[in-house]
């Protein structure tokens, strides 16, 4: 099992945000996180990337924790933010460089898969650019390249297609696919839901910061009792709910 949660409540100073969650990010899967703006997805991730730390309950990779093992949980993560967070002064080039020291990849091997994914998109041409030259919508490329050019046992992407034109959203997407074939545990919250209900292999619905309901479709059209219900349905009867 590669991410669990088990009993974690947390948020901000001493006001709680999530409460009680558990739920696992199994290696080989996609899953799904879904919820109300305000229900908690970010504040959760930022836990599980170890920007918070939980007031109670544990988060472990492979069974450790951050406190138990820093470098090995650090190096276990790739994470694609909402919002591209790139330094004004390094060029593109230099962004994958700091990537690939920070991960301890051997540049000559990891070089031509980053060219790959450089080309795939339609970066290869910019690694002299700076952040200032680049649209939202290439930033984002900037993340999704330095998160993918590493081996990470666990790729956390939150929101990823804002700002990505429909190409890159498919090329996100195969990217993702490729790293569930490898065996790698994927968490992606999105409220495009039915790009969610297509990849993921599960879901985690959050609602008001506790977990409403996970399992695949099947298990949550049992759970909501809506049978045949698409996953748009289940999400609308679970704001009802809220």
């Known amino acids: 099992m590669t991410l669990a949660l088990e009993n974690v409540t947390g948020g901000y100073g001493n006001l709680p945000v999530i409460k009680n969650l558990s739920f696992e990010v199994p290696d080989g899967q996609i899953v799904g996180l879904i919820g109300l703006n305000g229900a908690g997805k ?24 951050l406190a138990e093992a820093p470098e090995a949980y650090r190096q276990a993560i790739a994470y694609v933010p909402e919002t591209p967070v790139l330094y004004p002064e390094l060029t593109l080039k230099e962004h994958l460089e700091l990537t690939m020291m ?28 700076f952040p200032a030259n680049f649209s939202k919508g290439m930033k984002q490329k900037v ?4 998160a993918f050019m590493t081996n990470a046992r666990l790729y956390i992407i939150d929101e990823p297609f804002t700002g990505l034109d429909p190409l890159a959203v498919h090329d996100l997407l195969d990217l993702v696919a490729l790293k569930k074939q490898a065996g790698a545990a994927v968490l992606m919250s999105t409220h495009i839901l039915a790009t969610a209900q297509q990849y993921a292999d599960q879901f985690v619905l959050l609602n008001n910061g506790q977990v409403r309901a996970t399992g695949d479709l099947t298990s949550l059209q049992t759970q909501f009792n ?13 704001t009802r709910e809220a």
């Open 226 to 238: 809506l049978a045949d219900a698409d996953l748009d349905a289940i999400y609308m009867a679970m």
């Open 143 to 146: 993340m999704i390249v330095a």
């Open 42 to 65: 970010s504040t959760t991730i930022k836990h599980i990337i170890g920007l918070l730390t939980p007031m109670q309950g544990a988060i472990k990779i492979d069974g450790q924790t």
């Open 102 to 129: 920070a991960y301890d990849l051997d540049a000559k091997t990891t070089w031509p898969r980053v060219n790959e994914m450089l080309e795939q998109f339609r970066l290869a041409n910019k690694l002299d650019w």
